[in-house]
């Protein structure tokens, strides 16, 4: 148990070199520097084992909070974290198990990408084709995909299953995934949506690859909104997360329920915006 204050909140994120999780965590900073607090940052790798030797390092180091970023917080988390002796708030992701459980700060993943959809075939589009993340991603993976499948079976377009592509926030795996979308479809979608602005930007290489003109022949709009999306040619259309005000926000609910002894638990969510730019176009 925690027997002094020690002025120190725990930071637990699957891969400190994502930027997602640098923004995230310079919002946290933003709201505990001013009220006297140390964070300690720890890298889990997205793995249940790490996460739950952290979650016992972190109670060792008499932490008064912990914000958490996994991949899947299931039921075997969530039932550590409710044993902690310390309050726990949950970032960009939901649990995938016992849900409602755990305070929770996140963007709504169906929602935007829901949105993403619509916007394409506000533009005209119907052949729309998806690029996510993992699907062991309870929120950014499985939800997102969610929010592809619904925006198109709420007008009764068939949902095609080589359209879809599933793997990691990486380059690597959108020039892949993009790869297998140009190689096994007869009929090349005429947009894509994808779950990371680096999936885009591999999708983008490949295109540029074969002499497939973005956004010409293919649309494409990536997530996130990362710093380089104004920086690549064409500039990416892409759904804005603000995760620094994503951090603030988690910040500012786990400083409440340390000052607070009992708490029903709530799920807040960061808005989102799709931003038009220049590889997505008005198909005619």
Same mark, same amino acid.
């Given at each position: 148990?925690?027997?002094?204050?020690?002025?120190?909140?725990?930071?637990?994120?699957?891969?400190?070199?994502?930027?997602?999780?640098?923004?995230?965590?310079?919002?946290?900073?933003?709201?505990?520097?001013?009220?006297?607090?140390?964070?300690i940052l720890c890298e889990s790798q997205g793995q249940?084992?790490?996460?739950?030797?952290?979650?016992?390092?972190?109670?060792?180091?008499?932490?008064?909070?912990?914000?958490?970023?996994?991949?899947?917080?299931?039921?075997?988390?969530?039932?550590?974290?409710?044993?902690?002796?310390?309050?726990?708030?949950?970032?960009?992701?939901?649990?995938?198990?016992?849900?409602?459980?755990?305070?929770?700060v996140i963007h709504n993943n169906v929602e935007a990408?829901?949105?993403?959809?619509?916007?394409? &075939?506000?533009?005209?589009?119907?052949?729309?084709?998806?690029?996510?993340?993992?699907?062991?991603?309870?929120?950014?993976?499985?939800?997102?995909?969610?929010?592809?499948?619904?925006?198109?079976?709420?007008?009764?377009?068939?949902?095609?299953?080589?359209?879809?592509?599933?793997?990691?926030?990486?380059?690597?795996?959108?020039?892949?995934? &993009?790869?297998?979308?140009?190689?096994?479809?007869?009929?090349?979608?005429?947009?894509?949506v994808t779950g990371s602005d680096v999936i885009a930007?591999?999708?983008?290489?490949?295109?540029?690859?074969?002499?497939?003109?973005?956004?010409?022949?293919?649309?494409?709009?990536?997530?996130?909104?990362?710093?380089?999306?104004?920086?690549?040619?064409?500039?990416?259309?892409?759904?804005?997360?603000?995760?620094?005000?994503?951090?603030?926000?988690?910040? &500012? &609910?786990?400083?409440?329920?340390?000052?607070?002894?009992?708490?029903?638990?709530?799920?807040?969510?960061?808005?989102?915006?799709?931003?038009?730019?220049?590889?997505?176009?008005?198909?005619?």
């Amino acid at each position: 148990m925690i027997t002094k204050k020690t002025n120190t909140i725990g930071i637990i994120v699957p891969d400190i070199s994502n930027a997602v999780f640098g923004k995230l965590t310079k919002g946290i900073n933003h709201i505990f520097a001013k009220q006297g607090y140390t964070v300690i940052l720890c890298e889990s790798q997205g793995q249940l084992e790490n996460e739950l030797k952290l979650l016992d390092v972190l109670e060792e180091k008499q932490i008064e909070g912990l914000l958490f970023a996994g991949v899947d917080v299931n039921h075997t988390l969530v039932k550590t974290m409710m044993e902690k002796s310390y309050p726990v708030v949950l970032m960009t992701q939901e649990a995938s198990e016992d849900e409602g459980v755990l305070n929770t700060v996140i963007h709504n993943n169906v929602e935007a990408v829901y949105d993403a959809v619509k916007f394409l &075939m506000d533009n005209g589009h119907t052949r729309i084709a998806y690029l996510g993340g993992p699907q062991n991603d309870y929120s950014s993976g499985k939800k997102r995909l969610k929010g592809y499948r619904r925006a198109l079976e709420e007008v009764g377009i068939p949902v095609r299953e080589s359209y879809i592509g599933q793997g990691e926030f990486s380059f690597a795996f959108g020039y892949e995934g &993009m790869k297998r979308i140009y190689e096994e479809n007869s009929r090349l979608p005429t947009a894509v949506v994808t779950g990371s602005d680096v999936i885009a930007v591999g999708a983008i290489q490949y295109l540029d690859n074969m002499k497939v003109r973005v956004p010409e022949d293919i649309s494409v709009i990536g997530f996130d909104d990362s710093e380089f999306a104004t920086y690549i040619r064409p500039e990416l259309s892409t759904v804005r997360i603000s995760y620094y005000d994503e951090g603030e926000k988690a910040a &500012m &609910m786990l400083s409440r329920l340390m000052n607070e002894e009992k708490n029903v638990p709530v799920i807040e969510y960061v808005p989102h915006k799709i931003i038009r730019r220049s590889t997505t176009r008005i198909l005619v």
